[in-house]
């Protein structure tokens, strides 16, 4: 699979304390793939925080580690040097209770939250979570064969409900997985921090690695530094990942659309190919964000309000998505 690093922005920022939210780490038994993917209210702007919270050993497992972390998260350091050591999940989570090095709250294993799974070396997998009594509510892990889930400071239980639901009721790969993870957290105030904006969160990630990547190089990584308030973070981590996709050829670029004029000072009109159905339009900035929804009138789209600069449509249509770019005057 061709790697992929992606992100909508790269600003350098450092912060010495971070208290994410909500977060799952799964693999795949039959790939041997581990990925994680997770989002949070706080405003990070730092194009690597997925690296704050997640780590993974290519073929063995992976951590996710949150809730009062310190940056650089050396708890995290610490469990993924005792996975190198064959540490299982629950050896791990029983090693940092005893050997917390986060000054945050004091060196307190109960402001933190865990989630690990592995393979066991024997055709099995593991897994093991933590959720300290200390952690802002709503907080809860919860394990599966392949995978954790965990989160505090959450709307309430549904968050992790949706998230497991639609982990394990959706197919496709693992990446497919993961993402259908976080829709399941997609609703105003699943970071309860983000109720008032009207979003579940303000940064997303996803990553995920092949049995044979190098550790540091997987095989998909997308980051969604934090947004303005109102600005959906999952979604435009939704649009990264079918942005990928596209690439990676799941989806017909045979079709020729064609749009006029282009570039436009006011208005722009797109010609449907005739062996394709279109169903509806959604406009995209340069930077990732939505500017029209579902809009259904191809023949006059109605760029005045828009910005100069590059604008992206994807088109839905019976054959599937389709990208077009065009240029605001």
């Not at 920022?13 to 977060?23: E, I, P, V």
């Not at 599966?144 to 992790?160: F, M, R, W």
């Amino acid at each position: 699979m061709k790697k992929y690093f992606t992100a909508l922005c790269i600003v350098a920022s450092l912060q010495l304390m971070a208290q994410d939210t909500f977060s799952i780490i799964a693999l795949d038994p039959e790939t041997g793939e581990i990925g994680s993917a997770g989002a949070s209210c706080i405003n990070i702007v730092n194009s690597n925080w997925d690296t704050w919270i997640t780590d993974i050993i290519p073929g063995r497992g992976g951590v996710n580690s949150q809730a009062y972390v310190c940056i650089p998260n050396v708890n995290l350091e610490g469990a993924i040097a005792r996975m190198a050591e064959n540490y299982s999940p629950q050896e791990i989570i029983d090693w940092l209770m005893l050997n917390d090095a986060c000054g945050a709250q004091n060196f307190n294993p109960d402001y933190r939250q865990y989630g690990i799974v592995d393979f066991d070396g024997m055709g099995g997998t593991r897994s093991a979570g933590f959720t300290g009594p200390l952690t802002d509510d709503y907080k809860e892990d919860r394990q599966g064969a392949t995978y954790s889930i965990q989160g505090n400071i959450l709307l309430n239980a549904s968050v992790i409900d949706q998230m497991e639901e639609n982990f394990n009721n959706t197919s496709g790969t693992l990446a497919d997985r993961l993402m259908a993870a976080l829709q399941g957290a997609n609703f105003p105030g699943a970071d309860s921090r983000c109720l008032a904006s009207g979003t579940s969160s303000r940064a997303a990630y996803m990553v995920v690695y092949g049995p044979d990547n190098l550790p540091g190089a997987p095989d998909i990584r997308l980051v969604v530094p934090a947004q303005t308030s109102g600005i959906e973070p999952i979604d435009l981590l939704q649009g990264l990942y079918d942005d990928l996709t596209l690439d990676q050829g799941s989806f017909s670029p045979e079709p020729t659309f064609q749009l006029w004029p282009n570039p436009t000072k006011d208005f722009v009109g797109l010609k449907i190919p005739e062996a394709v159905i279109a169903q509806s339009i959604e406009i995209f900035d340069i930077n990732g964000k939505q500017v029209l929804e579902k809009y259904e009138n191809f023949d006059r789209i109605d760029a005045r309000k828009f910005r100069a600069g590059l604008y992206l449509i994807k088109v839905y249509t019976n054959k599937g998505r389709y990208f077009i770019k065009f240029i605001k005057q």
